[in-house]
C-alpha cells in the first residue's frame, strides 16, 4: 500500500497529528498544574528582590483566580482538550490507513477552526494581565533598586508599547500559523488520491485476494498452480484453436 498515491501524505499527517496531540495534551496538563498547582514561578526568577517576589506571588494568584473565573478560560480549555484527543486518535487511524482516520482529521480542523476566535480572546486577555504584571512587578524591582527612580519609570513606559506590540504580534502570527496548517491539513486529506489510498486499503484488508498484489494491482497466478506450461514444438498459441487437416480447394488447380 504503501508505494500507492497518497500513501505517503496519509502517513506524514498521520505522524505530524500524534506529534500535535501529544504536544496539546502537555498543554492541558501545564495549564492545570498552574491552576491548581499554584506554581507562579517567583522562586525560579533570579535578581528580584523579596518585595518584587512577593508582588509576583500576588499577582499570579489574582491571574489564576481571573482565569478560572471566566467562561473563556473553560471555553479554551475544553477546545484545547477536544483537539489533543482527535488530534492523536486521527492520526493513529491514519497510520493505521483508517478511513476513519480522514473523517477525524477534517473534525479535527473544523475543531480548531471553531475554537480559535474563543482562542484569540482567551491569549488576548491573558496578555493584558501578563503585561500588567510584568510592569508592577518592574516597578517594585526599581523602587527596591538604589539606582530607580524618574529613569527607571521612564524605560518601563517606554518600552511597554514595544512589549504589547510584540506580544500582540506573536498572537496574530500564531492564528494565521493554525489556519494555514488546518487548511492544508483539510485540503490533502480530501485528495482523490488519499481517498482511494484509504479505500483501497479498507477493501483488501476486509477483503484479501489470495495471490493478489496491491502493490501492482495485478494478480498473481491462483494457489495452488504454478506458471503455464510453455507450448510444445509445433503447437500454436494457447488461445487459439487447435488446427485441422488441409482443406484443398478446387480453385487451387485449374486443370481439375
Excluded at 482516520?101 to 482567551?122: D, F, H, K, N, S
Excluded at 517606554?158 to 504589547?164: A, L, N, S
Amino acid at each position: 500500500m504503501g508505494k500507492r498515491p497518497g500513501g505517503t501524505a496519509v502517513k506524514v499527517w498521520g505522524i505530524l497529528l500524534v506529534c500535535l496531540g501529544g504536544l496539546g495534551v502537555v498543554n492541558v496538563i501545564a495549564a492545570l498544574a498552574m491552576a491548581f498547582g499554584g506554581f507562579s514561578g517567583s522562586q525560579f526568577a533570579v535578581g528580584l528582590t523579596p518585595d518584587a517576589k512577593a508582588e509576583m506571588e500576588r499577582m499570579v494568584q489574582r491571574v489564576i483566580e481571573e482565569q478560572m473565573s471566566s467562561w473563556l478560560f473553560w471555553a479554551s480549555f475544553a477546545g484545547e482538550l477536544a483537539i489533543a484527543v482527535l488530534s492523536v486518535w486521527a492520526g493513529v487511524q491514519l497510520l493505521r490507513s483508517k478511513p476513519q482516520g480522514a473523517r477525524l482529521a477534517l473534525a479535527r480542523a473544523a475543531m480548531v477552526l471553531l475554537t480559535l476566535p474563543i482562542w484569540g480572546i482567551q491569549q488576548v486577555r491573558a496578555l493584558e494581565i501578563q503585561l500588567e504584571t510584568q510592569q508592577v512587578i518592574m516597578e517594585h524591582q526599581i523602587k527596591s533598586s538604589p539606582r530607580g527612580g524618574k529613569s527607571g519609570k521612564e524605560i518601563i513606559e517606554e518600552m511597554q508599547p514595544i512589549m504589547r506590540g510584540m506580544a500582540f504580534g506573536a498572537v496574530v502570527v500564531t492564528a494565521v500559523f493554525v489556519l494555514l496548517i488546518n487548511g492544508l491539513l483539510a485540503f490533502m486529506i480530501t485528495r482523490p488520491t488519499v481517498k482511494e489510498y484509504l479505500a483501497n486499503a479498507a477493501t483488501e484488508k476486509s477483503h484479501w485476494i489470495p495471490g493478489y498484489d496491491p502493490s501492482m494491482g495485478l494478480l498473481a497466478n491462483p494457489p495452488g498452480q504454478g506458471p503455464p506450461a510453455p507450448p510444445s514444438p509445433g503447437q500454436g498459441p494457447p488461445d487459439q484453436p487447435p488446427a485441422g487437416p488441409p482443406v484443398f480447394s478446387t480453385l487451387q488447380n485449374p486443370r481439375r
